[in-house]
T-cell receptor
Framework: NAGVTQTPKFRVLKTGQSMTLLCAQD?????MYWYRQDPGMGLRLIHY???????AKGEVPDGYNVSRLKKQNFLLGLESAAPSQTSVYFC?????????????FGPGTRLTVL | AQTVTQSQPEMSVQEAETVTLSCTYD???????LFWYKQPPSRQMILVIR??????QNATENRFSVNFQKAAKSFSLKISDSQLGDAAMYFC??????????FGIGTKLQVIP
């Protein structure tokens, strides 16, 4: 049982390049989330999904797209990377997504945009 | 809107001593959960402890305990017998309402041998 995994762990991009971050969970969770973590700002929700084939915007969705084609995978895409997207990205999942649910986090991806 | 405030950017504690990390919050929800997450240098966010707002008894997990003061909207984390492995960023989080989790900005804990 690997829990939540993220690929890649590190990435450096040039401004304007695109990339996709992959999140996978093996806990059969319905809900999945993408956060970004910046110094002095805690974690902020980018997008989330309440089940296979669904996605919704979070607090800071601009410049990102997501897809949930399979229940266990949640992809975060950057179509045209900008230096402001330099951050650490965390994926999380939870069983039901209600406020009583605990979110389980992946190890994070450190992205640098030059 | 719900908010979580951690006013201590950094704390330090001597090994084997006790330290308390502070967290205050605000929410309009009638029921909610509060969490403390630990983020060591490996970056992996690990759940330390959680507390349901309706429960008056403070949650405890081994050396970790909370002091939940609902009226004051305060949720502090006490770490007893601090160990070197406790050194990490600690995030307080509030979950109230559907799919909404708000995190504080974190407190960096240093453990001095």
């Amino acid at each position: 049982n690997a829990g939540v995994t993220q690929t890649p762990k590190f990435r450096v991009l040039k401004t304007g390049q695109s990339m996709t971050l992959l999140c996978a969970q093996d806990m059969n969770h319905e809900y999945m989330y993408w956060y970004r973590q910046d110094p002095g700002m805690g974690l902020r929700l980018i997008h989330y999904s309440v089940g296979e084939g669904t996605t919704a915007k979070g607090e800071v969705p601009d410049g990102y797209n997501v897809s949930r084609l399979k229940k266990q995978n949640f992809l975060l895409g950057l179509e045209s990377a900008a230096p402001s997207q330099t951050s650490v990205y965390f994926c999380a999942s939870s069983f039901q997504g209600t406020y009583t649910d605990t979110q389980y986090f992946g190890p994070g991806t450190r992205l640098t945009v030059l | 809107a719900q908010t979580v405030t951690q006013s201590q950017p950094e704390m330090s504690v001597q090994e084997a001593e006790t330290v308390t990390l502070s967290c205050t919050y605000d929410t309009s929800e009638s029921d909610y959960y509060l969490f403390w997450y630990k983020q060591p240098p490996s970056r992996q966010m690990i759940l330390v402890i959680r507390q349901e707002a309706y429960k008056q008894q403070n949650a405890t997990e081994n050396r970790f305990s909370v002091n939940f003061q609902k009226a004051a909207k305060s949720f502090s984390l006490k770490i007893s017998d601090s160990q070197l492995g406790d050194a990490a960023m600690y995030f307080c989080a509030l979950s109230g309402g559907y799919q909404k989790v708000t995190f504080g900005i974190g407190t960096k804990l240093q453990v001095i041998p």
